[in-house]
């Protein structure tokens, strides 16, 4: 079942339980879906990778929102964001842990033959398609350059 399936079924099953949080949480999932669905130049299909990348980028808002609004003395506004973020996160792979990052990194760098700074350009490109979803861009670009440094 593609993700875009499942977020439907999940919307159906949020009705039926009247979860407002949920039901608004994966109306947007489903509003961004088919807006990239439909943009100039798609195809019309969403493909699982694709759909990964928005929830991350949906994720990755609501957590900014959250941390704005807790500095504004928003605490409501920023339980409401943290609460859809949660939601959205049910949707995309299991994070990996800072060890699994790391060991996964070694195995790319060495595949690649990297062992400068310089070429952390290419290494970057292949993590982040082979980690998508699975670890935050900010923390592959981090641990690719302290390894690549040592």
């Known amino acids: ?18 979860d ?21 130049g798609a195809s019309g299909e969403l493909t699982d990778e694709a759909a990964m990348k928005i929830l ?15 500095s504004n003395n928003r605490s409501d506004l920023a339980d409401a964001n943290l609460a859809e973020a949660a939601i959205i996160e049910e949707f995309l792979p299991a994070r990996m842990s800072e060890a699994e990052l790391e060991e996964a990194l070694k195995e790319i760098i060495a595949r690649l033959g990297a062992t400068s700074p310089q070429q952390m350009g290419m290494v ?27």
Do not use: C, P
């Not at 079942?1 to 009247?18: P, R, T």
């Not at 991350?56 to 807790?70: D, G, L, T």
């Open 124 to 150: 970057m490109g292949a993590a982040t398609k082979q980690l998508a979803g699975r670890a935050d861009g900010r923390a592959i670009s981090d641990k690719v350059k302290e390894l690549l440094s040592k």
């Open 56 to 70: 991350a980028k949906m994720v990755k808002q609501r957590k900014e929102s959250a941390e704005i609004f807790v």
């Open 1 to 18: 079942m593609s993700i875009f399936d499942s977020v439907n079924n999940g919307i159906k099953e949020a009705m039926l339980s009247k």
């Open 20 to 40: 407002k949080v949920r039901l608004e949480a994966l109306r947007a999932i489903k509003k961004e879906f088919i807006e990239a669905k439909t943009a100039k």
